[in-house]
């Protein structure tokens, strides 16, 4: 199975760059990176060290509804590449482990799902919530604070 990741869309990370509100309708805040965990949601690379980045709610579904968790993610302030989607993201490297949940095609959970684990067997936990019928794409989540790293898709 060929894996594909999928960041930000460029849509959003722009309309956000240029004042637009976060999911709460706020601005987002402006920080300068001190190059310690501080992963962009749309290239997901690291920002470095004196870099501006922004901090804001995100909320990685097409509509509000009971299972669409909004939560803190950073991005570059100024624009960056997109993410390359056929290759394991920078962000996804640099913890010991991740939280992976598969998610239905109506965007809603599916049980027995979700768990954390290692960065080593990412991809292979990945690959198996998706060669089930019932997941259509995989959310990655740090494992420390839940927040929302990207998602998975089967390619």
Known sequence: MTLRYV????MDAERLRQGGGDAFGNLPERRVSDGDGVPCRHCLRNVEEGEAYLILAYRPF???QPYAETGPI???ADACPAADRSLLPPILTSSRDYLLRGYSADERIVYGTGGVVPAENLEQRAEELLARPDVAYVHVRSAKYNCYQCRIEAA
């Open 74 to 76: 950073f991005m570059h």
């Open 62 to 64: 097409s509509s509000a």
């Open 7 to 10: 960041a930000m869309p460029e």
